[in-house]
């Protein structure tokens, strides 16, 4: 069974300061990796995505994230908050190889408050 | 552009009606997913299709019937409501389950209180 764990259900940083957002997975396989973002009333957009390949992955609106095998982690950063970044941000990870390859599992949400 | 489309974005119920939750995508994807979000636990999948005239139950299926009679449309059905389903219901599409088929896209919801 694949699972996500989002540490943490908020994060305060101030605008300017780099932001960290935390994730640790568990699959049997090699992972595939998805970071989302929700803002009030609206879907989840894609931000980015582990596939195979860089252990550092750069996405949309200036975030990144770092895949750690060892850690089973796959932490979002992004080097300078800025207050728009304020929404609620999803894990997730998938399986390809396994039973449920067709699913995509996801963390309970952290929700980011960047402070002016 | 318009990505996918959920139809209604709000509805009241009353225990034990029934209701229908209409996806619609026009990115000619093949796969299409039925999630639903409540505070504090993420999304779950409910159903999902890979494919026109097929579907599958995913994690939480009790009580939801979909159907996939189109390519572009994913239905989502409650045939007799209950207030443990009230919740914020989201559509996906994807292109497939390959590396180069993600992400899904999401509609914005259909935020469903069952009475």
């Known amino acids: 069974a694949q699972s996500v764990a989002q540490p943490e259900d908020q994060v305060n940083v101030a605008e300017g300061n780099p932001l960290t957002v935390k994730c640790t997975y568990s699959?049997?396989?090699?992972?595939?990796l998805f970071w989302y973002v929700q803002y009030p009333n609206r879907g989840l957009q894609f931000l980015l995505k582990?596939?195979?390949?860089?252990?550092l992955v750069k996405g949309s609106y200036g975030f990144e994230a770092e895949f750690n095998k060892s850690q089973t982690s796959f932490h979002l950063k992004k080097p300078s908050a800025l207050v728009s970044d304020s929404a609620l941000y999803f894990c997730?990870?998938?399986?390809?190889?396994?039973?449920?390859?067709?699913?995509?599992?996801f963390g309970k949400g952290t929700k980011l408050s960047v402070i002016p | 552009n318009a990505g996918v489309t959920q139809t209604p974005k709000f509805r009241v119920l009353k225990t034990g009606q029934s209701m229908t939750l209409l996806c619609a995508q026009d990115?000619?994807?093949?796969?299409m997913y039925w999630y639903r979000q409540d505070p504090g636990m993420g999304l779950r999948l409910i159903h999902y299709?890979?494919?026109?005239?097929t579907t599958a139950k995913g994690e939480v299926p009790d009580g939801y019937n979909v159907s996939r009679l189109k390519k572009q449309n994913f239905l989502l059905g409650l045939e007799s409501a209950a207030p443990s389903q009230t919740s914020v219901y989201f559509c996906?599409?994807?292109w497939g389950r390959g590396p180069s088929s993600q992400p899904q896209h999401f509609g914005d919801g259909t935020r469903l209180s069952i009475l």
């Open positions: 997730a990870v998938r399986d390809p190889t396994g039973a449920g390859s067709y699913q995509l599992t």
């Open positions: 990115m000619n994807h093949e796969y």
């Open positions: 996906a599409s994807s």
């Open positions: 582990y596939i195979t390949g860089d252990n």
């Open positions: 699959v049997s396989g090699n992972p595939y």
């Open positions: 299709s890979v494919g026109e005239g």
